[in-house]
């Protein structure tokens, strides 16, 4: 049967255990993001549309590659400590973040998957740290991670990703306007003046909450800059991050 869905969710049941029972290896990719305030210009999803996005072009590049890779539904809520004080900052305990999403690896392995990764772009040390705690325990072949926190795949990434003013700026809001435009409040955006603050080095610094760090409209970096397609540049670089983390546990 000809896979006709990338999104899993959208099969039936029988279209499901026919890809299970088939030849090829069951992929499931989980986008994680949060639900936490991206400026005046970016929705509170913006980390989940990141991550959906990155999904949707890894999912096509892995099922090229022998693989039958599909997106899961994804994991909305995560730890979002740091915007604290802002309207639509929806923080839940980085405990229950990671219960959760382990919970729901274990159900797609449970189903038939032969490997979940979980796609996350909400990158909060807390959270991240959520994340790869989930799937603490497992062999690699069965779960992976793939999150541009790390310095392996940061580099890859734009330079202001990279000086780590990394929240609503020129990076996330170009993705958001590669694969959701309508979502950006364009009339708003080309108004922000940029701001030079390093969430990496103020995190290092000890400052926990974006009011402490000089975000005082809940962004860093440039909003003005940024352009879709230097977001489906760097949406290119996040699905060869996915593939990358895939191919390499799945051995
Ligand atoms: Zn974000």
């Not at 999803?45 to 072009?57: F, G, N, P």
């Not at 780590?164 to 009339?187: K, N």
């Not at 390093?198 to 760090?213: P, Q």
């Not at 909003?223 to 060869?240: C, N, Q, S, V």
Request: hydrophobic share 50%; net charge negative; with cysteine.
């Amino acid at each position: 049967m000809a896979v006709t869905h990338a999104f899993v969710a959208r099969l039936t049941t029988d279209e499901l255990r026919a890809i299970v029972e088939g030849p090829r290896p069951l992929a499931i990719l989980v986008p994680v993001g949060a639900i936490e305030p991206h400026g005046p210009h970016l929705p509170l999803d913006t980390d989940l549309v990141i991550s959906r996005a990155a999904s949707a072009r890894a999912a096509r590049l892995l099922s090229a590659r022998g693989l039958v890779a599909l997106v899961a539904p994804d994991v909305p809520y995560g730890v979002t400590d740091f915007a604290a004080g802002f309207a639509g900052a929806v923080s839940v305990p980085a405990a229950a973040v990671c219960a959760y999403l382990r919970a729901v690896v274990d159900a797609w392995l449970a189903t038939g998957a032969a490997h979940v990764c979980l796609v996350n772009n909400h990158l909060e040390p807390a959270h991240d740290t959520a994340v790869r705690a989930a799937i603490a325990g497992l062999p690699p072949k069965r779960a992976s991670v793939a999150s541009p926190l790390t310095r392996r795949w940061a580099r890859t990434l734009s330079d202001e990703f990279k000086r780590g003013a990394c929240h609503a700026g020129e990076y996330e809001t170009s993705i958001v306007q590669a694969a959701d435009a309508d979502s950006v409040r364009e009339s708003i955006r080309h108004t922000l003046p940029e701001v030079d603050v390093s969430l990496s080095d103020a995190i290092a610094r000890g400052v926990e909450r974006f009011a402490d760090m000089g975000l005082a409209r809940s962004y860093a970096g440039s909003p003005a800059r940024a352009t879709p397609a230097h977001g489906e540049e760097m949406l290119t670089r996040l699905a060869a991050m996915i593939v990358g983390e895939v191919t390499e546990a799945m051995g």
